[in-house]
């Protein structure tokens, strides 16, 4: 047996030793407010990013399958060799306008654009440039950081603890030496359901003549007055100098992810970043499926409505219950349990209660605050929401 196969089995083992090991559930049907899983049956889904229920909304599908069937399945290539689809032009002028950006380009999934965006700054700003991140931000933003140190050995980076401004102001002030900095943040931090406070961050940003970048994966369709994201809920929609954020989320559900800002930054992301330069583009029926779910999103604001007020019927009705939830204009919401042999037990329970909610231990989140993470969509109806907070009681 070849040696590399033993470490194999044995991280194998270290996870199910821990308790770690994650049992991936296979569906049955597709995905929306109530679905079905093998061994178990009927549930109501509690768990997914489909905010705004478009993942199998009949408009986006067909959307999907109109654009595959003219299109073709893909480029068969990447873009640089042999080219870009109009899909992908309208896609990305759609996104850029959601943005409040002058222009945008797409990536297989969001994971791809902080990994392209992270590192191609950061090897553009030479011996002088410094990341600084929030230090709950989304893996990707984390592993964007790590590749641009080692792309670029004299690049720098700091994190400023959760949403504290006067850290990351203090951070800013001792870089002043940094020619180029720049700050990035999640728009919704994705296991607290908190928000950045984007209005402050800019100010920062602007003060101290950094680059700021949002990922706003979990905020966009969700937040603001007219679900354009937590630039808009914080009223600095259009002064943020780059987005990123996933079209597997609110925006259709499917796959990809985006980089919106200035013209001159997208084109250096065409030219230089290494996932677009080395990687297949955005496939037909994403791209269309997630160009028909914006124009449902900026059609009329009757998702974003409904999913706040089922999001404030869940709060409320998790709270009379006895259960601990955070305000906030996110569709996340955890429920602390502490330890996270509780998490798990308690998630294991409501799937027998029909309600697919996962609990997330440590090291997904730190030692002693595991939770369960409730995510409320626009596609839940009153009585999907009540048969889930009997479940709730029941627990
Ligand atoms: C904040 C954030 N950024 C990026 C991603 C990655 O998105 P994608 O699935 O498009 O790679 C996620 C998904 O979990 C996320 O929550």
């Given amino acids: 047996m070849k040696s590399l196969w033993k470490a194999v089995n044995q991280e194998l083992a270290n996870l199910t030793n821990a308790g770690q090991f994650k049992n991936i559930k296979n569906l049955t049907r597709p995905m929306g407010p109530v679905s079905a899983i093998e061994g178990i049956g009927e549930v109501i889904v509690l768990c997914s990013n489909d905010y705004l229920g478009l993942a199998n909304d009949p408009e986006v599908v067909d959307a999907a399958l109109a654009c595959q069937k003219k299109w073709g399945a893909g480029t068969a290539s990447v873009r640089f060799i042999c080219g870009t689809f109009d899909y992908h032009r309208e896609l ?23 990994e392209a965006v992270l590192p191609t700054l950061m090897a553009a700003g030479g011996d002088s440039v410094m990341a600084i991140s929030d230090e709950l931000n989304h893996a990707s933003i984390i592993d964007g950081i790590r590749l641009g140190r080692q792309i670029n050995k004299q690049s720098k980076s700091k994190v400023y603890k959760h949403s504290d401004m006067d850290n990351l102001e203090a951070l800013l002030k001792a870089s002043s030496d940094i020619e180029y900095k720049l700050v990035v943040t999640d728009g919704v931090f994705s296991m607290e359901g908190d928000i950045a406070d984007l209005a402050r961050i800019v100010e920062l940003c602007n003060e101290h003549d950094a680059l700021l970048i949002v990922d706003d994966s979990h905020g966009v369709g969700v937040c603001g007055p007219t679900g354009k994201g937590v630039a808009e809920h914080c009223g600095v929609h259009g002064q943020i100098d780059c987005m990123t954020g996933t079209l597997g989320k609110a925006l259709g559900g499917a796959a990809g992810g985006y980089i919106a800002s200035s013209r001159k930054l997208i084109e250096l992301m065409e030219q230089k970043s290494r996932p677009q330069l080395f990687s297949n583009a955005v496939p037909s029926a994403t791209a269309g499926a997630a160009t028909k779910a914006i124009e449902i999103l900026t059609r009329d604001n009757k998702r974003v409505e409904k999913l706040r007020e089922n999001v404030h019927y869940m709060r409320e009705g998790l709270k009379s219950r006895g259960f601990e939830t955070v305000e906030g204009p996110s569709a996340i919401t955890p429920i602390i349990l502490g330890e996270t042999s509780k998490a798990i037990a308690a998630s294991k329970r409501l799937l027998e209660l029909g309600v697919f909610v996962i609990g997330f231990g440590y090291p997904v989140v730190p030692e002693g605050s595991a939770r369960l993470r409730v995510q409320i969509s626009a596609a839940h109806e009153t009585e999907h929401l009540d048969r889930a907070l009997e479940a709730f009681s029941q627990l």
Avoid: I
């Avoid at 990305?92 to 902080?114: H, I, Q």
């Fill in 92 to 114: 990305e002028a759609a996104v850029a306008k959601l943005s409040g950006c002058e222009a945008a380009t797409t990536y297989v999934s969001c994971w791809n654009a902080n």
